[in-house]
Every structure is written in structure tokens, then in C-alpha cells.
């Protein structure tokens, strides 16, 4: 089975540090995502990559930034956190087209 | 743009009760449509999928066609259990679309004995 493993699972943060969260996927595949769910919403794109060094901004991705260094980690910067980022954030990968995702367990995120 | 609209929760059934929850969507081109899954403290999992009009996904005893004619791929089970209790995505992906799915509201089904 594909796994995707975010680093934290809980992490409270200050207002204006900035936040690195990590996600890592063990199948080689070309497409990932970050995505924060919050209550009433859904989940809403932040950013994703199909290739190493590729980004393209989601639908909301101000206040964020990604980079794909290596084809199996995706990371997502808060380059100054407020409290409007307090979500859960979920990392997905993909193989291609036709295909679903697979998750990560989510990193909760609180901003103080 | 593309979009898909589910409706609201909760949705509370006493166990053995039929479910169905109702999805929608409009799309630009001619999408895959997904359900998944989220139990507490977990991220989503595919619960099943179609990727043409027509076809049946099916899972775990869920079911849901792919209706192109009323754009729609609502989602039922027969039977439901307490464990079934989680929240439901519907979500779509068109092809040529960067392969980003895009996600519904989400429902949440609480399931009591």
C-alpha cells in the first residue's frame, strides 16, 4: 500500500514564525498536494506539484509557499503564520490520471 | 468552474437504516467522480470511484452511480452500521484539469444502535 506520512500530527505554533510542514510518499508518485480542511468548507487546494522542483498554486494559496525537492517529499511553508491558518492540513499523492488519492493523517495546526 | 455540492449534515441513522447521501456537481469537462471517507482523527481514504456515465462504483457495501444525464453520483448503502459512522466527501477530477480533485462540503453520518 501507498503510504503518505506528514511529519506532526498536532503542532502549535506563534503568530509570525514560520511553519514547515513536511509530507513524504513512499511510491513514486508524480503528483502531490496540500490541502486544509476546515469546518463548513470542505477541503480547499493550497498548492500541488507533478514533478520534482514543479508547483502550481491551488485555490487559496496566499499566505503559503511549497517545495519539491525530491520526487517523494512536498513541503508546505506558512512564511508567517497567523491565526487564520489554525486547520488541519492534509498532504495526498497521486499516480495519474483516473486515479484517486492517497492521504496523509493530517497535521492539526493551531496558531497562538 | 468545477464544483460539487453534497447535503448538509449530520446525518443520523439507527443502525440496519438505508443511507443515502446526495451528491451533485458541474464540471467543465467530462470528470471522474469519487467518494471518500474519513473516520475520526484520520485522513480521507477512497472509498470507491467512476470514471465514465453509467458505471458503479462500489465498497464496503456502498454504492453510486455515475448519472450523467442529472449530474449527480449519490452515494447508498443498504444497511449502515455504527461503524460507518465518519464523514463522507464526494469530490470530482477532470482530465486535463492538473489532475486536482475537487471536493464537496463533506456530510458527516452519525450511525446509533
Known amino acids: 500500500d501507498v503510504k503518505v506520512t506528514q511529519s506532526s500530527r498536532y503542532l502549535v505554533k506563534r503568530t509570525g514564525e514560520k511553519v514547515f510542514l513536511e509530507c513524504v510518499q513512499d511510491?513514486?508518485?508524480?503528483?502531490m498536494f496540500w490541502y486544509r480542511q476546515d469546518p463548513g468548507l470542505g477541503l480547499r487546494l493550497i498548492y500541488f506539484?507533478?514533478?520534482?522542483?514543479?508547483?502550481e498554486k491551488g485555490d487559496i494559496p496566499e499566505g503559503y509557499s511549497v517545495s519539491r525537492e525530491k520526487k517523494e517529499r512536498f513541503s508546505l511553508i506558512l512564511e508567517s503564520a497567523s491565526t487564520n491558518q489554525t486547520s488541519m492540513y492534509l498532504c495526498?499523492?497521486?499516480?495519474?490520471?483516473?486515479?484517486?488519492?492517497?492521504f496523509g493523517s493530517g497535521t492539526r495546526l493551531t496558531v497562538v | 468552474g468545477d464544483s460539487v455540492t453534497q447535503m448538509e449534515g449530520p446525518v443520523t441513522l439507527s443502525e440496519e437504516a438505508f443511507l443515502t447521501i446526495n451528491c451533485t456537481y458541474t464540471?467543465?469537462?467530462?470528470?471522474?467522480l469519487f467518494w471518500y471517507v474519513q473516520y475520526p482523527g484520520e485522513g480521507l481514504q477512497l472509498l470507491l470511484k467512476?470514471?465514465?456515465?453509467?458505471d458503479k462504483g462500489s465498497n464496503k457495501g456502498f454504492e453510486a452511480t455515475y448519472r450523467k444525464e442529472t449530474t449527480s453520483f449519490h452515494l447508498e448503502k443498504g444497511s449502515v452500521q455504527v461503524s460507518d459512522s465518519a464523514v463522507y466527501f464526494c469530490?470530482?477530477?477532470?482530465?486535463?484539469?492538473?489532475?486536482?480533485?475537487?471536493f464537496g462540503t463533506g456530510t458527516q453520518l452519525k450511525v446509533e444502535l
Open positions: 511510491m513514486d508518485h508524480e503528483n
Open positions: 469530490a470530482l477530477k477532470v482530465t486535463g484539469g492538473g489532475n486536482k480533485l475537487t
Open positions: 506539484s507533478y514533478d520534482v522542483k514543479m508547483k
Open positions: 464540471a467543465t469537462g467530462y470528470p471522474s
Open positions: 467512476a470514471t465514465k456515465a453509467d
Open positions: 495526498a499523492s497521486s499516480l495519474n490520471l483516473g486515479y484517486g488519492y492517497t
